[in-house]
């Protein structure tokens, strides 16, 4: 058993082996993980919107040790990662870290929110830093328009960032 | 009064996300299906040489331990039912109920049939070329018998 403790390791030798096939391979597989995780959180979100993605990664930053703020109102759900537990894990690590490891979060959280209707704003701010700043907006033009004020916009499946 | 023992290059502590063996199991059934099984066992072995490179070089130094010690952080942590016995001649890990193999099993209502390869073959590549053979047998659904040897 690789222990649920050191999946972020084995996560990135993946990243590292489908990134050598080609970049529509690395979208499939985000694809097929969006898909996986749809069983936790597409319900939530279908029944609960905004109120049901904060049950959601409430349990996430409790079980993955995330140190985060989460909040929303009514235009906008955001979560503010001050020290991202995935990205350090893969960081600290014998292998060596792929260097676009923080895509993999808006590739499988961007193709649920086109899905569900809502609009996702994906601030990595800097791949090689474990903080970033997800906002998710019910309103597309409002997430056009903010856009504009993030330091690395990420793009998912079917929708690359201009 | 004996040293204490230094930390283990991963030692983990803090909350377990068990989910996270539903994204292997979503992963291995990815790879076997696009590139073949052959590929997942190279992601694996990739694994148990580069990633575990801290145990690996335990074994070619001649000490078998620090994997059994990896074994009881992370089986208790998983809430696993396991054992771990130690003599002279081998460690022998049994495995009653794999929390990972049976949290899949629960969350997804079936697991792949390559799912237990990621410790035969991790066990494997960690081995391969030290003093060491770690030969992984799957006894039961979600059990094993994971046993170190000195090679002849």
Known sequence: MIPSDHFTRFYNEVFKFLEAQGEADLDGYFLEISKNQEKHILELIRESGFAGMYKYWSVIRDEENCELDLGYDDDKFELRMHLCPSLTKAKDNDAKTWGRYCDHCAGWIGPIMDKTGYHLVYDVIDRDKPQCVMRIFKDGDKAREAEKDVALLMGWPGRKPT | MSEPEAPMRYQEDGNVHLDFHGAVNTTIAFIVARYGIDALHQIFRRVGTDVYQDLRAHLLAGDSHEIARHWQHFFVREGADFDIAVTDEEIVLTVRRCTAWHHV?????????????????????MAEGTPFSIETSITGPGACRQVIRRRA
Request: proline share 0%.
């Open chain 2, 105 to 125: 099993n629960k969350i997804h209502g079936a697991v792949s049939a390559q799912f237990c390869d990621q410790t035969v073959v991790v066990n494997s590549a």
